[in-house]
């Protein structure tokens, strides 16, 4: 299984909108409404933002929501806040009954 | 409250076996759904999936490491141990276990080093 494709890097201002997206194939991403989205700080473990597609966690901002379409999820951060600056993962269920993650996108506030 | 911990090696030679623990608390992996699984991240690198434990013993691998891997658990223990057998140098990472199916807790991860 190939690890789903990330942006390598997005930025944006405080207070902008942005979105990661996380592309995958009909065998994970396209076929389950099993994605998740991970935050990780430097020197950190990651934390789970969104799981089955669209959901999150309790005590997680509603400045963090996630979709998808076709083979493709997407994690969107409105009002961007400085702390919100992480690296940023997504991660499928697949089709031969494992997970794969994506590559990673750090994301910079600028 | 759960919590996750990782213990074992910091530093392992090549071609030795890796074996790591992840002691757990605030779960019980007898429960129905549940499982724990582990995740591994080479300095400055993604995160990679490795393996997964369920409630009912089923096991699921990484296809490109499943020769090399092997996860039990301890239920009465709490725990759960990842082995990895043939370790290089391209195996030195942060190795996590993590709370499933979503990974929504997950161990403060501890670094194995492979080096002679």
């Known amino acids: 299984q190939s690890a789903l494709t990330q942006p390598a890097s997005v930025s944006g201002s405080p207070g902008q909108s942005i979105a990661i997206s996380c592309t995958g194939t009909?065998?994970?991403?396209?076929?389950?409404?099993?994605v998740s989205w991970y935050q990780q700080h430097p020197g950190k473990a990651p934390k789970l933002m969104i799981y089955?597609?669209?959901n999150r966690p309790s005590g997680v901002s509603n400045r963090f929501s996630g979709s998808k379409s076709g083979n493709t999820a997407s994690l969107t951060i409105s009002g961007l806040q400085a702390e919100d600056e992480a690296d940023y993962y997504c991660?499928?269920?697949?089709?031969?009954?494992?997970?794969?993650f994506g590559g990673g996108t750090k994301l910079t506030v600028l | 409250q759960i919590t996750l911990k990782e213990s074992g090696p910091t530093l392992v030679k090549p071609k030795q076996t890796l074996t790591l623990t992840c002691t757990f608390s605030?779960?019980?992996?007898?429960?129905?759904?549940?499982?724990v699984g582990w995740i591994r991240q080479p300095p400055g690198k993604a995160l990679e999936w490795l393996a997964l434990?369920?409630?009912?013993?089923?096991?699921r691998y990484s296809p490109s490491l499943k020769s090399r891997l092997t996860i039990t658990k301890d239920t009465s223990k709490n725990q759960v141990v990842l082995t990895m057998t043939n370790m290089d140098p391209v195996d030195t990472a942060t190795y996590y276990c993590?709370?499933?199916?979503?990974?929504?807790?997950w161990g403060q991860g501890t670094l194995v080093t492979v080096s002679s």
């Open positions: 993590a709370h499933s199916p979503v990974f929504d807790y």
């Open positions: 605030g779960f019980s992996l007898s429960t129905s759904g549940v499982g």
């Open positions: 434990i369920y409630w009912d013993d089923d096991k």
């Open positions: 009909s065998s994970d991403v396209g076929g389950y409404n099993y």
């Open positions: 089955d597609v669209s």
């Open positions: 991660s499928s269920y697949t089709n031969s009954t494992t997970w794969v």
